[in-house]
């Protein structure tokens, strides 16, 4: 009951964000439906005031939810005897996997399971291993999820700006559209400090998670999961051992077009470098080259074809250089990307051949320098920007709780073909 000041029992969360500010909650009511809290939620800027003026928003929130109930009571008359505890925001059905139950599993506390849910620290590693294991194989779904701050996290395992910058632009078109701020995390660095991007995210609490070019094993897959924290994978590098939606492009079909042009433009030699075979994307590129020569007669040479260790610059200078130097050189060189391209655009140089006199090159991704380079490359273009819009789409619509109605969803790759490619010399 109120005393005579007014005052009552202190209601309401006040929670600091990294930015300073301060977020009030208060509870408001229990959806009839889904049976999941709902909140009044309101933030306050940070400053030397913000403090008294998040206390003045937290009565203000409790009394416009007092005046709801009061108004719902009036038109429906007193509510149903509670059917469960005080304070519960329901009653978990029998046999339902609870925080206490894992803990019991896991041999340890339900504030270690709690710290493991959360990605808080002092937990030992080998603690946290083993009771990620048993949220893993329980499939534990936490009842109530806190509150997500309205962030997208996008994850990249090294920042490539060619690709980083286009893809983050089309996800902040979609983000931007629902007052929602996307965020990034590089997981290379995060890996060479020794610390896990998913236990980092935990603690940032993000609406949703995209991955680009990256596999994760399937403990963090399942700390995202157990946490209410939809994931899509952007081009993953491998096939996931869990259910993901993931966004790609057309690589098989692009690199098909490629290879078509070459064998349009009277090429019959033609040498393949692809990227390391164990990512997705190299494999359907190799085996869109393939199709294409098999279907014209003109099957390709095991000796005209190198694997790169990446795809990287190097890959194209030290593979182009030896393709170049054969007896018999090809005449025409598809790389697995445009980075590899450029590569053998300076091994050419090297070794004093011509581009497309002496030899046609094309590449991949269709970044900024293939327009810059000399000449301008023939290159199959990728639409990243669409790409990072249409992961942001799917993550945003699962956090709504909408099933996806595809699993996988390739956008088209266009052949851009410029001043790389030309019939080979004598045709």
């Known amino acids: 009951m109120p005393g005579a000041n007014g005052s009552r029992r202190v209601r309401g969360e006040i929670e600091t964000l990294p930015s300073g500010s301060l977020r009030v909650r208060v509870y408001a009511s229990l959806d009839p439906v889904t049976r999941k809290r709902r909140y009044l939620m309101e933030t306050v800027p940070a400053g030397p005031t913000a403090a008294e003026e998040a206390e003045a928003v937290r009565a203000r929130l409790v009394s416009e939810v007092d ?96 690709l980083a910058i286009a893809i983050m632009q089309g996800v902040e078109q979609v983000a931007s559209t629902q007052k929602i701020s996307v965020g990034f995390t590089d997981a290379r660095l995060q890996s060479s400090a020794g610390r896990s991007w998913a236990h980092d995210l935990l603690a940032r609490r993000p609406v949703g998670v995209i991955t680009v070019h990256l596999t994760f094993p399937p403990e963090q897959h399942a700390l995202l999961a157990a946490n209410g924290i939809p994931l899509v994978a952007l081009d993953p590098t491998g096939e996931p051992e869990h259910s993901v939606p993931s ?22 030699r033609i040498a393949a470098i692809t990227g390391p075979t164990e990512r997705l994307c190299a494999r359907a ?20 074809t190198r694997t790169g260790q990446w795809f990287a610059f190097e890959d194209g200078l030290n593979h182009g ?22 590569g053998v655009y300076e091994a050419a ?25 000399g000449p301008a490359m023939t290159t199959v273009r990728q639409p990243f920007t669409e790409m990072g819009a249409t992961a ?27 001043d790389s490619t030309a019939p080979p010399t004598g045709h």
């Not at 057309?250 to 064998?263: E, I």
């Not at 590129?285 to 005209?304: C, K, N, T, Y």
């Not at 250089?321 to 450029?342: F, H, K, S, W, Y």
Request: proline content about 7%; hydrophobic content about 40%; overall charge positive.
């Open 285 to 304: 590129r190799l085996d869109g080259i393939r199709a294409a020569l098999d279907a014209a007669g003109v099957p390709l040479e095991p000796r005209l």
């Open 67 to 162: 005046q709801r109930r009061a108004t719902a009571a009036t038109v429906t008359g007193p509510p149903p005897p509670q059917t469960t505890p005080a304070g519960r925001g329901h009653q978990r059905r029998q046999g339902e996997m609870t925080v206490a139950r894992i803990a019991r599993l896991a041999n340890v506390s339900t504030a270690t399971v709690s710290k493991v849910l959360n990605g808080r620290s002092g937990v030992a590693q080998q603690t946290r291993d083993q009771v990620e294991a048993v949220l893993r194989q329980h499939r534990y779904r936490r009842p109530e999820m806190p509150a997500r701050a309205a962030t997208i996290e996008v994850v990249f395992y090294g920042m490539l700006s060619h």
């Open 247 to 268: 966004v790609g492009a057309a690589d098989w079909n692009g690199a098909l077009a490629a290879a078509r042009h070459l064998l349009h433009l009277g090429h019959r």
């Open 321 to 342: 250089r030896e393709l170049l130097r054969l007896v018999d050189p090809p005449t025409a060189i598809m790389c697995g990307n445009d980075l590899q391209a450029l």
């Open 349 to 373: 140089r090297r070794i004093g051949l011509r581009i497309p006199d002496d030899v046609s090159v094309v590449g991949f991704d269709d970044i900024s320098p293939t327009l810059w380079c």
């Open 392 to 418: 942001a789409s799917l993550v945003l619509a699962l956090a709504a709780g909408h099933a996806p109605r595809h699993e996988r969803v390739e956008l088209a790759t266009t052949l851009i073909v410029r």
